[in-house]
């Protein structure tokens, strides 16, 4: 059995001078194939005596398991040798930013309308919209200001014609609203508003947010508990917040509430003006005027309404301290929201 | 409103600090806005609410104090030096509605001069400049006693008769001012005989001013109608400290007091002789009556107070009242004009008991589920989808320049010319309501890329508004828009791709479509002047156009303030009320097949006026339910390629549902698919 040695050795040889997986793959062929040295062995082994066929059949057996062994380790081997060169070849600086990773930034006002809707929703508000360009009717009239009553003073006006302005405030939508539906109501109403006034604390545009709660038993003790849970929810549970007589002509009693200066925390400061108060919302209980306006009888039906301006609640939570940056659109502003 | 603090302490005792004052004041609803000292005085500026007219005095602010405090008032006390037995002068009014009470009184053989230093004094901290002694009195005793006060020159008076009227026709009038007024008709004029000397409760005519050589004067304390007071004031632009006082109403039982404590100072200052005082007060007054529930106040306030508390809390500000077991009578005050009905009164016990006394309580409601809008869901959603695509979300004024809206080249026809204008702008830039939001976004991109940002992507979401040009509809057409801006300088991109960022821009699109699931719209090439004609494209969703994106043109960016090179600008604007509102198409699961597809490719040279999506299209419309998928995977001009002709591959993807398909069967659907292509597009099969 020396050729078999010697077969063995030339295997060794030979496989280890394969360098890929298709030297290899000859090889198999070669000694393991149809028409391979060991199959050759094998098919041989019927020339033999009977006696010897056994032993050798056994050792020639040995040698194709060894040989097959031996080539798949070598196969592996070879994988893994190719698939690490393709790995280096394909290795990239994991570092740079992948395409369209940059995200825009939400406008802070925008931001903050969701949230305050949000604070509303949750305390079961729904929400309303209304014309923003709209009748001095619902705008003026329905909501207890006269033509020639100086509460018109409070709000310069943007004039379309004699009937028609950019509204002033979203109240107009409590009207609308009450007109087309029964009590209980309980909505907000989001939205751009417009006064004829420009400077370093005003712009011609603004955004606020009106709330108007009505059904058979609503009080100001009421009022002033929902007020409490937004302020609480939208700054922090521990901000003060104080009501103070003021007045609207479609509410009556009407309330002034503040917070306590987030900044100075009471002690005074340039933002509060040394108050240690900040105003942030108007409210009251609907003028029963308003009510006999939409056709509602205010001997049963009671409610309180509010409106609220965005920019300032944003201006408060973000540090911002000069309105105009809203509406300069610069992105190096915007980025940061 | 400027009070100086000890003005106030000498009609109410208080040992309390300007401080706390200020703080009282504020709490019951009269905003001391700030306090500052000015040598032994301390000077509060209020803000008044315009409902609180009786407060724009010290003695009103006294009295608003004292209700406060539950102390009394204590008006200062003057003897008036006997009147001579005559009046010189008559008094008539001519119209009632308008002028409630005129009264008035002639002081002859006065000295005009200086001043003395305490009156002027007292002047200056409330905000008024000092003139003469006489002019003087009249303003410190508006200011004291809340009634505004007119002097003539009594020598300039020709006819001996006073009467309140307003004018047959307009007339010319000089104030003094110096200043030409047009009067109309519906002014109301003091006349002397038939000479027009004032207008009344705005301002005095200059021909009748008291100067250095007047002897005699003719004091006037009159009540003229607010509303009239204030459209006149409004239509001359004129405003006065008597104007603003009388719009807010004044007390008709302080006219005559007023006039006493005016002609006290002036005899005091001035010398001279106190004639007759005439006082010519047609309509008797009546004090509104008011009845107020006891159990109507706590079911409004939420509170449960007695009616002996409430009553206690009314009699504060002045008012005479009853009480009647179950509900108070209560006669109003003459001053307290804003006091009309019971809601009022119930403002004035909450804010006399302390609003802050006043327990929250959570109201009791019924718990309902409301229903979701799916247009805000909707607007959520793009509004998430642009910012995580990179555009950062913009917010503009919703005015137009109406120079911006020239630049568009839009149609005459175009609805987008149609804007609202206002008739008072700020600045004619801003004299437009917006029709579109490209203008806008025009200048919010030139603002960021002329400050060096060299990535810039925009969106805005906010309304437009059309004027519908009827005059049925007073109120103009308002509808949500998404508008989006995009520059991204090609020189400095990290990723040097070949797209084309109108393709860049237009899959930021696709992808939000995709997402509102809004069913099948199709793309086709836009129409908008200010855009690139052949990179740009309108959204057509049903048969509306629901927005359009595109390359600016050239010759509009040319006009732009903008050095811009080698990048393209990209805009884009959809109507939100379009593709946000889905007719509600229920969301069902379709099955799909779970056995194996085959692929096959065609490609092929079509002529330019031939879409990617009318292949599509085309593809789609054979007859087959096999075909399962197209998509295109190619799509070439240029070299290799017959000139002018486009190269367009697409995928098909066939599959059955009930099946494993055989490349036989398939072989032959897909020959007739190419077919019939073929035959309906004229194109050429690519080898």
């Known amino acids: ?337 | 409103m400027l009070l100086p603090f000890n003005w106030l302490k000498e009609f109410i005792k208080i040992r309390k600090s300007p401080g706390e004052i200020a703080d009282m004041l504020t709490m019951a609803g009269l905003e001391v806005e700030s306090s500052e000292g000015s040598g032994d005085d301390t000077v509060f500026d209020i803000d008044l609410t315009p409902n609180r007219g009786d407060c724009l005095s010290v003695l009103g602010t006294a009295r608003e104090l004292a209700a406060v405090t539950g102390k009394n008032i204590k008006i200062p006390r003057f003897r008036l030096p006997s009147e001579d037995k005559r009046s010189w002068i008559r008094v008539s009014i001519g119209d009632r509605d308008l002028c409630a009470r005129y009264a008035g009184r002639v002081l002859k053989g006065i000295k005009v001069e200086e001043s003395p230093a305490w009156l002027k004094k007292r002047l200056e901290l409330s905000g008024i400049r000092s003139i003469n002694n006489i002019v003087d009195v009249t303003n410190y005793v508006m200011l004291e006693y809340g009634q505004p006060l007119h002097a003539f020159d009594f020598g300039k008076l020709v006819s001996g008769q006073i009467c309140v009227s307003t004018p047959d026709k307009s007339i010319r009038f000089t104030t003094l001012d110096g200043i030409e007024r047009l009067i109309t008709g519906d002014m109301l004029l003091i006349w002397d005989g038939n000479k027009p000397v004032a207008i009344a409760g705005v301002m005095g005519g200059l021909e009748s001013e008291v100067g250095e050589d007047t002897t005699g004067i003719f004091l006037e304390s009159a009540c003229f109608n607010p509303s009239s007071v204030r459209r006149t004031s409004s239509e001359l632009g004129l405003k006065s400290e008597s104007s603003f006082r009388f719009e807010r109403g004044i007390d008709v039982l302080n006219v005559d007091k007023a006039l006493d404590r005016a002609s006290f100072l002036i005899s005091e200052l001035a010398g001279g002789v106190l004639c007759k005082r005439v006082d010519v007060f047609p309509r008797k007054y009546r004090p509104r009556q008011v009845k107020l529930e006891y159990a109507k106040v706590n079911n409004i306030l939420g509170v449960n107070l007695s009616g002996t508390k409430i009553q206690d809390l009314i009699s504060r500000i002045g008012a005479r009242v009853e009480d009647f077991d179950d509900y108070l009578h209560v006669e109003v005050p003459s001053y307290r004009n804003d006091i009309e009905n019971d809601f009022d009164l119930i403002e004035e016990v909450a804010r006399l008991y302390g609003y802050h006394r006043i327990a929250s309580s959570a109201p009791v409601i019924r718990v309902d589920a409301l229903p979701k809008s799916k247009v805000r869901e909707n607007i959520k959603s793009i509004r998430n989808h642009m910012c995580s695509r990179g555009y950062s979300e913009v917010i503009n004024f919703s005015f137009m320049n109406p120079d911006m809206i020239r630049l568009l080249n839009l149609d005459s026809d175009d609805p987008r010319n149609n804007a609202v204008r206002i008739l008072n702008p700020l600045r004619q830039e801003e004299s437009l309501v917006r029709t579109t939001l490209v203008p806008s976004l025009l200048e919010n991109l030139g603002y960021n890329f002329n400050r060096g940002i060299r990535t810039v992507k925009l969106f805005e979401i906010s309304k437009v508004f059309i004027d519908k040009r009827q005059k049925s509809d007073k109120l103009p057409g308002e509808s949500m828009r998404l508008g989006g801006a995009y520059l991204v300088d090609r020189t400095h991109r990290l990723w040097k791709d070949n797209v084309d960022d109108f393709f860049v821009v237009k899959g930021d699109i696709d992808a939000m479509i995709k997402k509102l699931t809004i069913g099948n719209g199709l793309w086709k090439r836009s129409s908008e002047p200010f855009l690139h004609p052949g990179r740009s494209a309108d959204f057509i969703l049903g048969n509306r156009k629901a927005g359009f994106t595109g390359i600016l043109s050239p010759d509009v960016l040319h006009l732009l303030d903008m050095k811009v090179h080698n990048s393209d600008v990209v805009l884009f604007e959809f109507d939100l009320d379009i593709i946000t509102v889905n007719k509600d198409r229920k969301h069902v699961y379709k099955q799909f097949s779970r056995f194996p597809f085959i692929q096959r490719d065609i490609s092929v040279l079509v002529d330019p006026e031939w879409s990617a999506q009318d292949i599509l299209e085309l593809v789609k419309s054979y007859k087959s339910k096999l075909i399962d998928e197209v998509t295109v995977f190619d799509y070439y001009s240029g070299k290799n390629i017959p000139d002018g002709k486009i190269s367009l591959g697409f995928n098909v993807h066939y599959r059955a549902y009930d099946r494993t398909l055989s490349d036989e069967e398939i072989d032959g659907v897909h020959n007739d698919l190419i077919g019939f292509l073929l035959k309906k597009s004229g194109a050429q099969l690519r080898q």
């Not at chain 1, 062929?29 to 094998?42: A, C, F, Q």
């Not at chain 1, 604390?201 to 603004?206: L, V």
């Not at chain 1, 040394?274 to 009671?302: A, C």
Request: glycine share 8%.
């Open chain 1, 1 to 337: 059995m020396d050729d078999l040695k010697e077969l063995r050795k030339q295997f060794l040889l030979h496989l280890g001078r394969a360098e890929d997986s298709s030297q290899l793959q000859n090889l198999r062929s070669r000694y393991l194939g149809k028409k391979g040295e060991i199959t050759g062995l094998l098919k041989s082994l019927t020339s033999m005596p009977p006696a010897d066929r056994p032993a050798a059949g056994k050792e020639i057996n040995e040698l194709k398991d060894f040989i097959e062994n031996q080539l798949n380790r070598h196969l592996q081997k070879i994988h893994s040798r190719e698939i690490e060169g393709r790995i280096q070849k394909e290795s990239i600086d994991v570092t740079l930013p992948g395409p369209g990773s940059e995200i825009g930034g939400r406008h802070p006002i925008s931001l903050v309308l969701d949230e305050v809707i949000d604070i509303f929703i949750s305390m079961g508000f729904g929400v309303e919209e209304g014309p923003e360009i709209e009748l001095d009717f619902y705008n003026f009239e329905a909501l207890n200001i006269p033509r020639d009553h100086p509460a018109r003073d409070m709000q310069d006006t943007f004039y379309i014609n004699d009937e028609v302005v950019m509204r002033t405030h979203t109240s107009p939508v409590q009207v609308r609203v009450m007109q087309q539906r029964k009590p209980p109501l309980r909505f907000i109403a989001p939205g751009k508003v417009y006064r004829c006034d420009a400077d370093i604390s005003h712009t011609p545009m603004f955004h606020q947010v009106e709330g108007l709660m009505v059904d058979t038993n609503i009080t100001f003790a009421n009022l002033k508990s929902v007020l409490e849970s937004f302020l609480h929810s939208v700054f922090t549970p521990d901000t003060p917040v104080r009501f103070r007589p003021s007045y609207f002509p479609f509410t009556e009693p009407s309330a002034e509430v503040d917070i306590g200066c987030i900044f100075c925390k009471g002690s005074g400061c340039r933002i509060c003006k040394t108050t240690g108060w900040i105003e942030i919302l108007g409210s009251g209980m609907v003028n029963p005027k308003v009510f006999k306006m939409v056709g509602y009888n205010p001997r049963k039906y009671t409610g309180f309404a509010f409106g609220m301006g965005i920019e300032r609640i944003t201006m408060l939570k973000y540090g911002i301290d000069d309105i105009r940056l809203f509406y300069e659109n610069d992105l190096r502003f915007l980025g940061q929201f």
